[in-house]
């Protein structure tokens, strides 16, 4: 049973125009919701986070939104660039971030010239 | 800021080989390391979970006699895949837990990945 679901699978987006990928869980036990960005032949990076007392949280071209009724929360990238290229996943964990993490199953983006 | 270092970064190997992957956290102490496994265009599977000076709790499905977990300090936990084969292959990922950090703003910290194939 997939505990976060995460869309779309892949996305491509020219350059300087907004990406999103969305992410719904179920278990409202969750409390601390990251999202990571990985490029080929590494590790996951930690791109921005945010916990459920907040809406939003924006840093730098990159904000999360986040719909605690709904169960629901959002990466926009905003004026994508080539370099934005590689697969996001979307996270999510309780105990403030102290507990195992369960991941989406990421989306590829492709941020064209 | 916090570095994870996982070595080899890439290894070849005949089947039937036991093979050793190490996880060290560079500038912190971690008192939790887990270990994932990542299939080309998949998400992070999460292995095991490690703890410092305890057995590692696996999860549903992971053999611990095929990969065994060691966290022998708290800098660095090590994964053995034993009697490798073909189907073992696949890319594997650490990740440290900071020592203390209840809470704190990035709870995991990754390395950069092993990338076995097993020949």
């Known amino acids: 049973q997939q505990q976060v679901k995460q869309s779309p699978q892949s996305l491509i987006v020219q350059k300087g125009g907004i990406s999103i990928i969305n992410c719904a869980y179920e278990?409202?036990?969750?409390?601390?919701f990251p999202w990571y960005q990985q490029f080929p032949g590494k590790g996951p990076a930690l791109l921005i986070a945010?916990?459920?007392?907040?809406s939003e949280k924006k840093e730098g071209r990159f904000t999360i939104s986040f719909n605690k009724s709904a169960k629901q929360f959002s990466l926009h990238i905003m004026d994508s660039q080539p370099g934005d290229s590689a697969t996001y996943f979307c996270a999510a964990s309780w105990d403030s971030g102290y507990s195992t993490l369960t991941f989406g199953k990421g989306t590829m983006l492709l941020v064209s010239p | 800021g916090a570095v994870v270092s996982q070595h080899p970064s890439w290894v070849i190997c005949k089947s039937g080989t036991s093979v050793k992957i190490e996880c060290r956290s560079l500038d912190f102490q971690a008192t939790t390391m887990f270990w994932y496994r990542q299939f080309p265009k998949q998400s992070l599977m999460l292995m095991a979970t490690?703890?410092?000076?305890?057995?590692?709790?696996?999860e549903q499905g992971v053999e611990k006699d095929k990969f065994l977990i060691n966290h022998a300090s708290l800098t660095l936990s090590t994964l053995t895949v034993t009697s490798a084969h073909p189907e073992d292959s696949s890319f594997y990922i650490c990740s440290a837990r900071p020592r203390g950090r209840r809470g704190g703003n990035q709870p995991q910290h990754f390395g950069d990945g092993t990338r076995l194939s097993i020949l």
């Open positions: 490690s703890n410092e000076g305890s057995k590692a709790t696996y």
């Open positions: 278990n409202t036990a969750f409390d601390y």
């Open positions: 945010i916990r459920p007392d907040v």
